[in-house]
Each structure stands twice: as structure tokens, then as C-alpha cells.
């Protein structure tokens, strides 16, 4: 039996899930998918800053368009690291295409002029 709090919304439900994947301990539906996905594929949002060549703004925040995999945090930070871009950059402008051919992109967060 694995227990876990699901983080899916502010009430943080205590759930159980037993070796079948059974879920207990929910208030809503949306416990049983977190539950089910957190022992089958976890998943995580990274947040992160890359460097600007600005000297009034030497990095900018950027994080994942959606989760991925957990094993690929330390590989996607590691690629994160690698960038230097160039402004002007606006919230949302694709900063890495498709990391490491996860189907995701790596974001702004932040507009930065100059």
C-alpha cells in the first residue's frame, strides 16, 4: 500500500493506492488520475532562469510548457544551462523547441526589452 497527498488542488487529500492501482482517500475524481499517474509516470514542471546577453538583465525565468518526465529533470537542466538568448523576448516565446525530443518547450516567463 503507497500513501500520498495529492497536490492537485488546496484540499490535499491523503490517498491510499494499493498494488492494483486502487485509489481510496479522494474527494474527487481528480485524486484518482494524480495517484495513478504519480506510480505509473511521474511528471514535473521545471523552472528554471537561462542567461541573457543584457547587462541590465543578465537571466531571464523560463519553465516547461507542461510536465515531463521525471527522470529527464537533470538532462533538461543540463540543456537549460546551455542557453544564452538574445532580447527583446516576450512571455511565452519558445526558448528550447521540443527538449531533448520530449514534445515540450522550454518558455519565457518574463518580457525582457533590452
Do not use: Q, W
Not at 36 to 54: C, F, G, I, Q, Y
Not at 57 to 83: Q, S
Amino acid at each position: 500500500m503507497k500513501e500520498l497527498i495529492c497536490i492537485t488542488c488546496p484540499r490535499g487529500c491523503r490517498l491510499k493506492v494499493d498494488d492494483n492501482l486502487n485509489v481510496t482517500g479522494n474527494t474527487c475524481p481528480r485524486g484518482v488520475l494524480y495517484a495513478k499517474a504519480e506510480l505509473t509516470h511521474p511528471t514535473r514542471m521545471v523552472t528554471s532562469t537561462v542567461s541573457v546577453s543584457s547587462k541590465e538583465n543578465p537571466r531571464l525565468p523560463v519553465k516547461t510548457k507542461e510536465p515531463i518526465p521525471k527522470e529527464l529533470i537533470f538532462k533538461v537542466m543540463e540543456e537549460i544551462d546551455k542557453v544564452i538568448v538574445k532580447t527583446p523576448i516576450y512571455i511565452g516565446d519558445v526558448i528550447i523547441s521540443n527538449v531533448l525530443g520530449s514534445g515540450v518547450d522550454i518558455i519565457a516567463t518574463k518580457n525582457i526589452d533590452k
